[in-house]
């Protein structure tokens, strides 16, 4: 599993596709509502960070495409103190390079049979070239509200030609957890089969999520381990699964 028991790696990896992800979250938003004559020229987008920028690119459908609006945010993601470039450009090389593997990871979620669908699902393609290494992951994201999917994500690493090196399925299965804003429920967990820490997909879903519910902590709970995210500090830290079990149990004698 690539940088997937690296904990310094998980966060730097899931702290990026967070960016990338709250760009394209931002950047369509924007596109829809003040360009939506340009919308319809687009061929898709992708989202990257430069320079302390995060920047969405939308690109026309053409076999050698251009951009048609690229959103740059700062790491408030604030609209107001949106950079916005609609004059049609070629990608730069690092752009290329993005397409390029989104393109591929595209074609492979079309081919490879262990990417697995479900109702009331979309994936997510989300391109990353961390330390030189290009690769693109996975998401499951939901078509209704108030739900947070853990799970059914992948990741694909390539070659330095762009061709697909692995496909690697992260969690064994899919967990949807509701959440209400109104709810007095504070923590929530998912959990994995084998014997792994959090991911940096649940990182990044955790931190695009959590601000919307009343999580104060999130448990990614193995045989062994047990990962806790605090939702307010954007960081976790690992435990003994027994230990944490103990504290459950004395915390349920202390209210009996």
């Excluded at 979250?25 to 924007?30: E, I, L, R, S, V």
């Excluded at 990608?91 to 993005?98: A, W």
């Excluded at 490879?112 to 990353?128: A, D, K, W």
């Excluded at 960081?235 to 209210?255: H, M, P, T, V």
Aim: proline share 3%.
């Amino acid at each position: 599993m690539f940088s997937q028991h690296n904990e310094k790696e998980i966060m730097e990896q899931g702290r990026l596709l967070y960016k990338s992800e709250k760009a394209s979250w931002q950047g369509t938003d924007m596109f829809l509502d003040r360009f939506p004559e340009k919308s319809k020229l687009a061929g898709g987008y992708f989202s990257y960070t430069e320079n302390d920028r995060n920047i969405c690119v939308f690109y026309d459908r053409d076999t050698v495409p251009k951009t048609v609006a690229v959103f740059s945010f700062d790491d408030t993601y604030l609209s107001v103190r949106a950079q916005i470039d609609t004059v049609a450009r070629e990608f730069s090389d690092y752009e290329k390079d993005l397409y390029s593997i989104r393109k591929e990871a595209m074609s492979e979620l079309n081919r490879n049979p262990v990417f697995e669908f479900y109702s009331y699902t979309s994936f997510n393609p989300v391109p990353l070239i961390y330390k030189e290494k290009k690769m693109v992951y996975f998401f499951t994201g939901p078509k209704k509200g108030n739900v947070v999917i853990f799970g059914n994500d992948y990741l694909i690493t390539f070659n330095d030609d762009n061709t697909v090196e692995n496909v690697e399925k992260l969690h064994s299965s899919m967990t949807p957890v509701n959440y209400s804003s109104n709810s007095s429920e504070t923590n929530s967990l998912h959990t994995h089969t084998e014997d792994d820490i959090i991911t940096a997909t649940d990182v990044c879903v955790l931190m695009l999520y959590s601000p919307y519910t009343n999580w104060e902590k999130h448990y990614v709970l193995s045989k062994t381990k047990v990962s806790v995210w605090d939702c307010f500090k954007n960081e976790f830290y690992i435990i003994d699964r027994s230990a944490w079990e103990k504290g459950l149990n004395a915390a349920k004698q202390n209210k009996e």
